[in-house]
């Protein structure tokens, strides 16, 4: 049996240090998610839910694309040792070949797309929306340059500038009646302004002669077995998008692909932040058992602790949060949005999971898994994009169970933690979000408010009895997450001194 390891030695400096990157990444995160909303209650306000739909296309499209224009190059220099200048030129080099040759197939191949979707407007769209794909290739190599320096500050800054220069070109262009082109524009541009100011702020260039095939061949068999897993998980998690899109109206699918999108916003945008700190953090102490299940366990334990009622939260408030913000025309949106949110309790803990399979694994495995997730998720779709959207929608939370589940139990194979000890971390959590989320709906039923006075009390409500609650039982996460704040502040209090 393995043994149940206590907090170890270090393990407390790493948390810091982690905790100190996901907090710049999370700061940008808000900040760019606030954007986000704001662009996000005016387009949808003014563009209709075909408009949309249509978008939902093609985001579902280059999405896919992306993730074969890197290749999985990126994060394999991220765990690199010591990459050199032949492998970063390599990268390049390869990443911006694939990228003109994909954005080629991809106009070309419109016309197609838009007969079997029945929009025509795809054909202009398409050679104008896809530019993204070049324009991310000329700076995936500074992104991980700057990734394994852990200067996660200047990355967060840089998100935030594309995000807002971006989110403001939107909301002109929406507001002077440019319809779905504002959001195109909004794509693209924030892509163009990152890679700008990546270029501006990373000293590495793609200089010398070394280059070649061998620095991508030495790094292929790690890069490809993650390629093929997110590329195969991009495109399942894409499935909806593309079937929904051509069974059901177009409407149908910008309703869906929203409640998506604003559940993403949410849970995808905050997992992203840890994810981009404890990969290369994880990293670095994987030889030390000890400290590498503790920091494991600890990561979970902080994220579940802010997610859970986020997302149980967003569930609880969704009718209200439609009617106040988004109005009459998107409440089609809600039923979606309440099961969808149902994700974000499942998502977390499967992508910390996956997290250490990358850190820890050859890669193999990661593939294997990825067969057999997909062989589930597979069956789900079978049974439920036929009966309804709806259904899709439930569909979505059983697949996020199951990931969770699998990946989970794969990653214990690296580590001295125990399943055991990891649900005991979570139970507390879960009981104590189940209860503010109970609070949160009986304050819906019996309160006679209006949307947006209601919608007010619901959240102070939520943030009542969820932080009373943690403090009553004294949840080991709710200690642990005053303490690093207290250390936050103190750090912050004397580098201003």
Do not use: H
Request: hydrophobic fraction near 55%; charged fraction near 15%; proline fraction near 4%.
């Amino acid at each position: 049996m393995k043994p149940e390891p206590t907090d170890c030695e270090g393990a407390g400096a790493l948390r810091d240090k982690v905790t100190r990157g996901v907090a710049w990444n999370l700061a940008e995160k808000i900040g760019t998610t606030l954007m986000q909303l704001a662009v996000s209650l005016i387009i949808l306000r003014l563009l209709t839910q075909e408009d949309l739909g249509l978008m939902a296309i093609l985001t579902a499209v280059s999405a896919v694309l992306l993730v074969i224009v890197d290749s999985g190059f990126s994060q394999a220099l991220i765990c690199r040792r010591e990459p050199s200048q032949s492998d970063f030129k390599s990268v390049f080099l390869f990443n911006v070949g694939v990228s003109v040759a994909l954005y080629l197939l991809c106009v070309a191949a419109a016309p197609a797309a838009a007969r079997f979707y029945d929009m025509p407007e795809l054909v202009p769209l398409a050679p104008v929306f896809f530019l993204l794909l070049p324009v991310n290739a000329l700076c995936a190599v500074q992104n991980a340059i700057l990734t394994r320096q852990f200067r996660f500050a200047l990355l967060s800054k840089v998100t935030f500038v594309s995000w807002l220069i971006s989110g403001l070109t939107a909301i002109g262009l929406a507001l002077a009646g440019c319809g779905v082109w504002s959001v195109v524009a909004q794509r693209v541009l924030q892509m163009a302004v990152r890679a700008g100011l990546l270029w501006g702020f990373s000293e590495w260039r793609p200089s010398g002669r070394a280059y070649g095939v061998n620095p991508l061949r030495q790094m292929a068999r790690y890069s490809f077995s993650l390629m093929s897993t997110e590329l195969i998980t991009t495109i399942y998690n894409k499935i909806p998008q593309f079937v929904i899109g051509r069974l059901y109206p177009t409407a149908v699918l910008g309703a869906f692909d929203q409640a998506v999108k604003l559940k993403d916003q949410s849970v995808g945008s905050t997992m992203l932040s840890v994810q981009t700190v404890i990969f290369p953090a994880l990293a670095k102490v994987g030889s030390d058992a000890c400290r590498f299940a503790d920091s494991y366990r600890q990561i979970v334990m902080l994220v579940a602790y802010l997610l859970f009622p986020m997302m149980m939260g967003l569930s609880a408030v969704a009718p209200d949060l439609f009617a106040a913000l988004l109005g009459q025309k998107w409440m089609s949106a809600v039923p979606y949005f309440e099961v969808i949110c149902l994700v974000g309790l499942f998502y977390p803990v499967a992508m910390i999971a996956f997290t250490v399979l990358k850190v820890k694994s050859d890669g193999r495995i990661i593939l294997r898994i990825e067969f057999l997730k997909k062989g589930l998720m597979t069956l789900v779709f079978i049974a439920t994009i036929p009966v309804s959207v709806q259904a899709v929608a439930w569909g979505l939370v059983v697949i996020a169970f199951c990931e969770m589940a699998v990946n989970v139990a794969a990653s214990m194979r690296f580590t001295v933690l125990t399943i055991r000890r990891l649900l005991r971390t979570l139970l507390p959590i879960a009981c104590i979000t189940a209860a503010m989320y109970g609070a949160v709906r009986l304050t819906m039923r019996y309160l006679p408010f209006g949307d947006a006075g209601r919608l007010t009390v619901e959240i102070v409500v939520g943030i009542v009895v969820y932080v009373l609650l943690s403090a009553v039982f004294r949840l080991e996460a709710f200690r642990e997450t005053v303490a690093l704040v207290k250390r936050q502040i103190g750090q912050s209090s004397s580098s201003t001194m």
